[in-house]
């Protein structure tokens, strides 16, 4: 099959599959889009938002529909990195057994990641980066596709151990979602609070998005959507020849080549779901929020003023 049918066969997929997380989850059309968009390029996602958004909901509903295995963990003070990645145990035979952790399924919803201690954090993050997990000296390699959704609870900061710079750059998105619309709540309330049962139809497999991931890295990209993303992506940066004074009044620290390498896959998946079959820089825009909002540090100046990571992007583009 050719790269042009495939796109075309994948925006039909695309927009069947939106109908059906639709049976479940009123509207967060956006945030379904995104998290989407980073399971077609291998990227993961930290999901920020209050409890009661229906965040464990949506990554089942979208796990469901892809036909993928899914686990949840609840991060918590106590949590021990084997609880998550597995440990060896003696069998009756006095031989070492891997038992494998939660960590082993394709999509893993990390629930309050900020609620653990770095040493189990970093566990995490070593899985995401290396596909891979390391008992014992020995490596057992992790199901392809792999997919972390991360989430944040941005109220409670009490007792929370917040991720670094360096590790906060792993997640593709920073996804924010916000409370639904009063329709869209109407719609929640009256969907919810009967006992009628939603079927959700399997719609892709993991061999399907392995080769959607692919047809995503085949897609050529012209050299002035690359250029554009790589000059956005320098222009967050204070320390640079070049930096205006807006960028140096308000940001400490900007976005690394990770982001300009992310900013140009998730413009490729953005692209293809849309019909095209290259991106241009309209597709970097629309991403670019969600993939740049972590990476830049706000200083004193843009806190007490109340400059939000959104408005700097926004001024950027």
Known sequence: MSDVTAIKN??????????????????????????????????????IGVPGLAKTLMVNTIAQTLGLNFKRI??????MPSDILGSEVLDQDRNFKFIKGPVFANIILADEINRTPPKTQAALLE???????????????????????ATQNPIEQEGTYPLPEAQLDRFMFAIKLT??????????????????????????????????????????????VVEYTVRLVNKTRPNVEGATEYVKN?????????????????????????????PDIEDVKAVAIGILRHRILKNYKAEAEGISEETIIESLL
Do not use: C
């Open 127 to 149: 899985a995401m980066q290396e596909r891979a997990v390391t008992i014992a000296g020995q490596q057992h390699k992790l199901d392809l596709p792999y997919f972390v959704l």
């Open 179 to 224: 409370y639904p619309s009063i329709e869209e709540e109407i719609n929640i309330v009256k969907s919810t609070t009967t006992d009628n049962s939603v079927i959700l139809n399997t719609l892709f497999s993991a061999d399907a998005i392995n080769e959607v991931q692919r047809l995503v890295r085949r897609i050529p990209v012209p050299d002035n």
């Open 250 to 278: 308000y940001i400490d620290w900007g976005a690394g080549p990770r982001a300009s390498q992310n900013l140009v896959l998730a413009a490729k998946a953005n692209a293809a779901i849309n019909g095209k079959f290259s």
């Open 10 to 47: 994948l925006v039909e997929k695309h927009h069947a599959l939106k109908k059906e997380i639709s049976k479940v989850i009123v509207g967060q059309d956006e945030v379904v889009d995104q998290i989407l968009l980073s399971i077609y390029t291998g990227g993961h996602s930290l999901l």
């Open 74 to 79: 609840q991060f918590t003070p106590d949590l």
